[in-house]
């Protein structure tokens, strides 16, 4: 158990809509990363958050958008949903920025977009 | 710009045998590397880090060197059990963005009893 909790664990919609996936990070880290796994693409960063502000953005759509609160817990938004959005999405989390820092995965939640 | 590249999976082996999984990177700078594993169904959990060329990592029987003038990372086991069939990631952290990390595509290892 890496200490990163990801909610839901499984979540399936439909095109066009729209979903939030959550994730807290373990105690006493500040920073959340997120990921999007997919069987074509890899595993691909999205985005990251250092105790509340965005430090670092990769291949992030623009109908993602995230967020990390006060108390630490992120949240990723997607909407306007496509079937290619279908994937497994991780957040990680570490205790700052630094290149040497680990970063310690969530399950993931995988989305199933129909 | 950052790269990882691993070898191509699927890779099949028996019981003890000797595992080698190709690792090599592209980078401005001087990136950390690391290597995770994933089993089924669950996260990705750190393997094993090195920091600084010439630096070796090691957990639970595997190794990895990092080795700058041939920019590669290769992971090693002297001999593999059933329970290390998992998929495994090479990646780099890249400091000038945020500790982003490049993970390679991923190496699927099936140990046969």
């Known amino acids: 158990d890496s200490g990163v909790t990801q909610t839901p664990k499984h979540l399936i919609t439909a095109t066009g809509q729209r979903v939030t996936l959550r994730c807290s990070p373990r105690?006493?880290?500040?920073?959340v990363y997120w990921y999007q796994q997919s069987l074509d693409q890899g595993l691909q960063f999205l985005i990251q958050y250092y105790n509340g502000e965005e430090r670092a953005k990769g291949n992030i759509l623009e109908r993602f958008s995230a967020q990390q609160f006060p108390d630490l817990h992120s949240e990723l938004n997607l909407s306007s949903l496509e079937l290619g959005d279908s994937a497994l999405y991780f957040c990680?989390?570490?205790?700052?920025?630094?290149?040497?820092?680990?970063?310690?995965f969530g399950p993931g939640t995988r989305l199933t977009v129909l | 710009g950052n790269s990882v590249t691993q070898m191509e999976g699927p890779v099949t082996l028996s019981e003890e045998a000797f595992l080698t999984i190709n690792c090599t990177y592209t980078?401005?700078?001087?990136?950390?590397l690391f290597w995770y594993v994933q089993y089924p169904g669950e996260g990705l959990q750190l393997l094993l880090k090195?920091?600084?060329?010439?630096d070796k990592g090691s957990n639970k029987g595997f190794e990895a060197t990092y080795r700058k003038e041939t920019t590669s990372f290769h992971l090693e086991k002297g001999s593999v059990q059933v329970s290390d069939s998992a998929v495994y990631f090479c990646a780099l952290s890249d400091l000038r963005n945020g500790n982003q990390f490049y993970f390679g595509t991923g190496t699927s290892l099936t140990v046969i009893p």
């Open positions: 990680a989390s570490s205790t700052g920025t630094s290149g040497t820092d680990t970063q310690y």
């Open positions: 090195a920091t600084k060329a010439d």
């Open positions: 105690s006493g880290d500040l920073s």
């Open positions: 980078a401005t700078g001087y990136p950390s």
